[in-house]
């Protein structure tokens, strides 16, 4: 069965929240959100990831991007949501917060200001692509579906 994810766009005071990653060396930023268990929709997968990865209070998520990664990374439901309150950090009964602890792959949410968003790396390169047009021209009432090559 093909891995299916939910991710969060989420925004505030022209900043976009980024999942900073460390993983045994090789850093990169991501959208905040993870798999989407079984019995789950898509939805609550949403809100439960948020919550284990930032521990902010969310609200209106719109499907904005399905991504196809393929085979090896799966579908992602990307969701434009509203910033209703909290600040980011990992909640302690996280899968995130526990393999931080250890020190050799690290996950920290963090604000990045938008304006900064072009020159970090962020992953997949399609999707950060697809994000600086939409953050810049405004989503359009339709789904976008990128296709990522792996």
Known sequence: ?????????????????????????????????????????PEEALFREVKEETTLIINSPKLVIIEDAGS????QYIYL????????????????FKI???GKNIYKPLW???????GVNLLPVELKDTLLDN????FPDDVLNIKINS
Not at 72 to 75: A, D, K, L, R, Y
């Open 72 to 75: 090896m990374f799966g579908i």
């Open 112 to 118: 990045l200001d938008v304006n900064l968003l072009s």
């Open 1 to 41: 069965m093909m891995r299916k994810t939910a991710r969060a766009i989420i925004i505030k005071d022209n900043k976009i929240l980024l999942m900073y990653r460390n993983k045994f060396g090789e850093e990169y930023y991501s959208l905040i959100g993870g798999a989407i268990e079984v019995n789950e929709t």
């Open 100 to 102: 931080t602890k250890d």
């Open 135 to 138: 953050l810049n021209n405004g």
């Open 81 to 96: 949501c509203q910033y209703v309150s909290g600040e980011p950090q990992l909640d302690q009964n996280s899968m995130e």
